[in-house]
């Protein structure tokens, strides 16, 4: 925080007590004008507000000793005690300087000498000044209270951030080298067949493999940047099976701009490969969907493979279980990943999660 800001939260500070002892002021002073005007007194609006700002002005400069006092001798368990000893005297002495500080200014009020003024101030106020130390006291209790519970929250709040911070950037770990480990093994298997292929292959993967180090500090991205990622990643997958594998895409142009978990559509591209296309001999389709709906964004990946059978769950590896739980991680329970099969045939993996443009 900069000495500006600092000296303007001060001030901000003063003016707001002001503006509180000022409330006060005036609304005893409605309510001395009033009850004046019931008892047949002659009393102006200028002379109740100037009686009543007087008695609540004197508390309000009294105040500032007593919220010093208030936050260095605190009634916490060790030293209630001693804290007491402290305050008792301290209140007493308040009364005393209400008092002596309000009669001075009645002298200013009226033709009254100071001991005219003092000695109704001793009858009528001695206890009311007691209490006002208290309830002064009190506040402050409860304002620093409240300060440092707001402060044990965003401390929490910042520790479970940053604890949500490390788990995902484990999990994107995890998530590279098992990328690589497949694609290494893609590269391997075309060697027999297509030396310049996997030569291009080698290559692709390593703009791919550089895309993934420069973002690996993002745990979200905007879509379109996602889908530039996953387009490098197809273009390997289409050198390993040619003719063998199409990908559609239907991307709505108001999703572009939605911000999605880095990384999240490879793994589920993935999984449609080597579920849907790869144990098949025909030709196989992959379309990738997005929409906006209910202000949420909702991403599908189909393909036109074998589906699940009898309804049974895939056997999630790696990819999936590590995108369920980054998931889980960034949205809790405000997302939605469901694998079924499309009513066209294949798998139709369908990811909702909360619309937030970037």
């Known amino acids: 925080m ?4 600092a000296l303007q939260r001060r001030w901000i500070k003063w003016l707001l007590g002001l503006g509180f002892w000022t409330l006060i002021g005036l609304s005893f002073a409605f309510q001395f004008y009033i009850s004046g005007a019931k008892a047949g007194l002659e009393i102006s609006w200028k002379q109740a507000v100037s009686y009543a700002l007087g008695d609540w002005y004197v508390f309000a400069v009294l105040s500032i000793p007593v919220i010093w006092l208030a936050r260095r001798f605190q009634f916490e368990a060790g030293s209630r005690a001693s804290s007491l000893l402290i305050h008792l005297p301290a209140s007493v002495l308040f009364s005393l300087a209400y008092m002596v500080l309000r009669a001075w200014i009645g002298t ?3 033709d009254a000498t100071f001991v005219e003024a003092f000695q109704p101030l001793l009858v009528k106020t001695w ?25 044990r929250e965003l401390r929490a709040v910042e520790l479970e951030k940053s604890l949500a911070q490390a788990r995902l950037q484990a999990l994107q770990m995890q ?8 694609s290494l093994h893609s590269i391997s298997s075309l060697m027999h067949r297509d030396v310049e292929a996997a030569d291009d292959m080698i290559a692709r993967l390593s703009d791919l493999l550089r ?17 530039k990622f996953l387009q490098r990643y197809l273009e390997i997958e289409q050198i390993r099976f040619g003719k063998r594998l199409t990908v559609k895409m239907e991307i709505a142009p108001d999703t572009l701009e939605a911000k999605v978990p880095n990384l999240i559509l490879q793994p589920l591209v993935e999984n449609a490969i080597r579920h849907g296309i790869e144990p098949h001999a025909k030709a196989g389709v992959i379309e990738l969907r997005s929409t906006l709906a209910d202000g949420r964004l909702v991403l ?19 990819g999936l279980s590590n995108t369920r739980a980054r998931l889980r991680t960034l949205y809790g329970e405000d997302h939605h990943l469901e694998l079924r099969n499309a009513p066209t045939g294949g798998l139709q993996v369908r990811l909702m999660i909360p619309f937030k443009p970037s």
């Open 2 to 5: 900069t000495i500006n800001n």
């Open 108 to 110: 200013w009020q009226s």
């Open 211 to 227: 895309a993934a180090l420069d973002s690996s500090e993002t745990q979200e991205v905007a879509l379109q940047e996602e889908l």
């Open 300 to 318: 599908e990946v189909l393909d036109n493979g074998g589906g699940l059978k009898n309804a049974a769950a895939i056997d999630e590896g790696v």
């Open 175 to 182: 998530l590279n080298p098992h990328f690589l480990f497949n």
């Open 127 to 151: 206890h009311f000044n007691l209490l006002i130390y208290w309830v002064i006291v009190a506040v402050s209790f409860a304002f620093d209270y409240y300060g440092k519970f707001r402060e």
